[in-house]
């Protein structure tokens, strides 16, 4: 029996990946997988280092299942937010270990280069982690180029509702490079829809 809401399900696979369920860990893989090498090809721009991050991703959920607080954030978030700090670890070590044997570069380059990779990521994970009203709402407009009035109707809400839904979902992709806030800290956006 599959519990009805997302939180639900997300703690239930935390459970199954505590009991060493290895079922649960190739759903979670069939889920996350595309998502999580999608960002972290978007850091690395290189497919066998995303590879390597995406079973590294997976390697952590399975290995310690336990990191996971379903309370605090969405399972599919979780797995964004790990995705995207190895990708960026591996950046770093690998530009800097290219940096060590090419002398090419200087290390403010080096970290110029960490911080857009960074800032891409982070943006490609605050829409993946947004609520879907939110998603949809700037697909619409953006990405299908459609005004307030066709989303609207597209959408089935209000064009006000249109417009709110676009303004949070641009002032939060506004903070991808911005400094995140430590773990733990209350987001400005918790319980925004």
């Known amino acids: 029996m599959t519990p009805g809401t997302p ?3 997300d703690r239930l696979m935390r459970d199954r990946l505590l009991d060493g369920e290895a079922a649960a860990l190739g759903e979670l893989y069939d889920r996350y997988a595309p998502l999580v090498h999608s960002l972290a090809h ?14 590294d991703v997976f390697t952590h959920a399975w290995e310690r299942p336990g990191d996971y607080t379903p309370g605090e954030r969405s399972l599919r978030s979780w797995i964004a937010s790990l995705a995207h700090h190895r990708a960026v670890e591996l950046l770093r070590a690998t530009g800097a270990a290219e940096h060590a044997v090419t002398g090419r570069g200087s290390a403010e380059e080096l970290e110029r280069t960490v911080h ?15 609520p879907a009203p939110l998603r949809a709402a700037l697909n619409l407009a953006y990405h299908q180029r459609r005004d307030h009035r066709q989303t609207a109707a597209d959408l089935g809400v209000s064009e006000e509702e249109v417009r709110r ?3 949070l979902g641009l002032q939060m992709l506004a903070t991808a490079g911005a400094p995140r806030p430590p773990p733990g800290a209350p987001s400005a956006f918790s319980g925004a829809i």
């Open 42 to 55: 978007r850091v690395l721009e290189d497919e066998r280092a995303a590879d390597r991050v995406t079973r």
């Open 165 to 167: 839904r676009l303004r």
């Open 7 to 9: 939180r639900d399900r």
């Open 116 to 130: 857009r990779a960074a800032t891409a990521a982070r943006a490609d994970y605050i829409v993946t982690a947004m």
